[in-house]
Structure formats: structure tokens, C-alpha cells
Nanobody
Framework: QARLVESGGGLVQPGDSLRLSCEYS????????MAWFRQAPGKGREFLAA????????KYGDSGKGRFTISRENAKNTVYLEMRDLKPEDTAVYYC???????????????WGQGTQVTVSS
């Protein structure tokens, strides 16, 4: 089973850009589709984006469309979430997740990371 560790979160100002990273490990970790979710205080977990094992298929949820881009570098065992034009409402804990397919990962991922806090405030 894959182990995921997110990084790159922090305090940024509205309009800033940020790139989150998720390093994954495990013998078959590179064979998993990956995804990003977020959870704001008092709210449920939102699906942002997913990427296939090879990185050739992408899927975005409503909350991830437009300003967010998911990508991965399998040679580095890392998946990224690039965020631009950040807004205060983007403030949340961002989680990385892994599952067998990017088509279904948004529903019940097999493995979760611990999350990284992103705070957007002036």
C-alpha cells in the first residue's frame, strides 16, 4: 500500500500561486492514480483533481476547475497541484490520495496523506 506525504502548504496572499507536492512510496505506488482533495473548516472534503497512473488522463472536480492543475513525475514519485490566483475561500487542508483509477478515485480513495494547510489571507 502506498504512503503519501504532502508538502508545500503555507500562508499566502490573495492572487498568489502555490504548488503543492505529494511524494508517494511503496512497491506499487507508481501504479496508482492520484488525486487532490481539500477540506475547509466546518465543511466536507472536496474533490479537486485526479490524474491517471501514466499522467495522460486528468479529471477535475467543480472545485478544481480553472485555477488548479494536477500533474505528476513518476520518476520522482511525486504528484503536484499547481494553484494560481488563490482566494481566501481556498483556505483549507489539502490532501493527496491514491487509488487504482482516476475515474473513481474521487469517490473512495484507498490511501490518504496527512494533509498540508493552505491559508490565503492578506
Amino acid at each position: 500500500q502506498a504512503r503519501l506525504v504532502e508538502s508545500g502548504g503555507g500562508l499566502v496572499q490573495p492572487g498568489d500561486s502555490l504548488r503543492l507536492s505529494c511524494e508517494y512510496s511503496g512497491r506499487t505506488a507508481s501504479r496508482h492514480a492520484m488525486a487532490w482533495f481539500r477540506q475547509a473548516p466546518g465543511k466536507g472534503r472536496e474533490f479537486l483533481a485526479a490524474i491517471s497512473v501514466a499522467g495522460d488522463r486528468l479529471k477535475y472536480g467543480d472545485s478544481g476547475k480553472g485555477r488548479f492543475t494536477i500533474s505528476r513525475e513518476n520518476a520522482k514519485n511525486t504528484v503536484y497541484l499547481e494553484m494560481r490566483d488563490l482566494k481566501p475561500e481556498d483556505t483549507a487542508v489539502y490532501y493527496c490520495a491514491a487509488d487504482l483509477s482516476e475515474r473513481t478515485i474521487q469517490y473512495r480513495p484507498s490511501v490518504w496523506g496527512q494533509g498540508t494547510q493552505v491559508t490565503v489571507s492578506s
